[in-house]
């Protein structure tokens, strides 16, 4: 069993990433930091666990920990990089933002699994979770970067609980998204808009964007085939829905024509698990050496 411990652990992020590692088959839960909440039980923090687990907040992360996931609201990079030293055995898996200027010494492996799937499996033992609107974008626009089709500005148009569009949310996302952009296609120039439109899920992100590209459906299908042995990135040509994907670590994206020339995107995900508490598990499954599905063959929100 995987002994896993969750720092921040009274946070709504940290509440997520319970309510599915309660039920995963190889997690043993060792400890829920939370200073200032030692001795409460984690069902009054974290309403849904009533039946599911007796455990109680505690301040002191346990010797015997494989994995500990980072929630707090802040990442202390310092500490953490004081913690890695103390601990390099000790795999850091992390929600919460951090201050990349000061997390160069923790060796931290880009979270997104469909860029970084290799590396995560191959000893990685640092990651970072990408924001979830990050991870919405660059699911549908890595393969065309890849494939060196992204040609100028790129217009986002997007639908997302109003917590995670927040003015230094986006622009935290904007710069994360060209940043992966630009590393994989280094002949990439263009900027990134983000339109946000209203919100129509407290759960759910949605995506729209028309981008220039010469290249036809069937040969697009082709290039998102990159997804083929991947569990929850996939590429359709029929309409998706919210529904689809509430629930879930799945992101789909449904590619259209709209006119000869032009590429119409339209992605959706749930952003609680998508770039956050599903993304993390996902992270640990690929550290691990489990089957990146393990604990999130989750049940979809509809049928």
Request: glycine content about 8%.
């Amino acid at each position: 069993m995987i002994k896993v411990a969750i720092s921040g652990a009274d946070t709504p992020k940290a509440g997520e990433l319970l309510r599915i590692l309660v039920n995963h088959p190889d997690v043993d839960i060792v400890a829920l930091l939370a200073p200032g909440q030692d001795g409460r039980q984690a069902r009054f923090m974290h309403h849904g666990l009533l039946g599911e687990t007796p455990l109680s907040f505690s301040s002191a992360l346990p010797e015997k920990t494989d994995v500990l996931f980072v929630a707090e609201d802040k990442t202390n990079a310092p500490a953490l990089g004081r913690l890695r030293h103390a601990r390099p055995e000790l795999k850091i898996i992390i929600l919460s933002d951090i201050d990349h200027h000061n997390s160069d010494s923790l060796g931290m492996v880009y979270g997104l699994p469909e860029i970084n799937r290799k590396s995560m499996v191959r000893g990685a033992i640092t990651s970072n979770v990408p924001s979830p609107i990050a991870s919405l974008t660059l699911v549908p626009l890595f393969p065309l970067a890849l494939n060196m089709l992204l040609n100028g500005d790129i217009t986002l148009n997007i639908s997302a609980p109003e917590d995670l569009v927040t003015p230094d949310n986006l622009e935290k996302s904007r710069k994360e998204i060209i940043n992966q952009l630009r590393e994989t296609q280094q002949s990439f120039k263009g900027d990134l808009k983000i339109n946000i439109l209203p919100p129509t899920s407290k759960r759910g992100i949605e995506l729209t964007a028309d981008l220039d590209c010469p290249v036809g459906l069937d040969d697009l299908l082709g290039v998102y085939s990159m997804y083929d042995d991947h569990n929850f990135a996939f590429a359709v040509t029929s309409p998706v829905r919210l529904d689809d994907v509430k629930g879930t670590e799945k992101c789909i994206t449904s590619l259209s024509i709209p006119e000869e020339g032009k590429l119409r995107l339209h992605a959706v995900a749930d952003g609680r698990l998508r770039g956050s508490a599903g993304e993390a598990v996902h992270i640990m499954n690929l550290m691990c050496g489990l089957h990146e599905k393990t604990g999130l063959a989750l049940k979809p929100y509809a049928y």
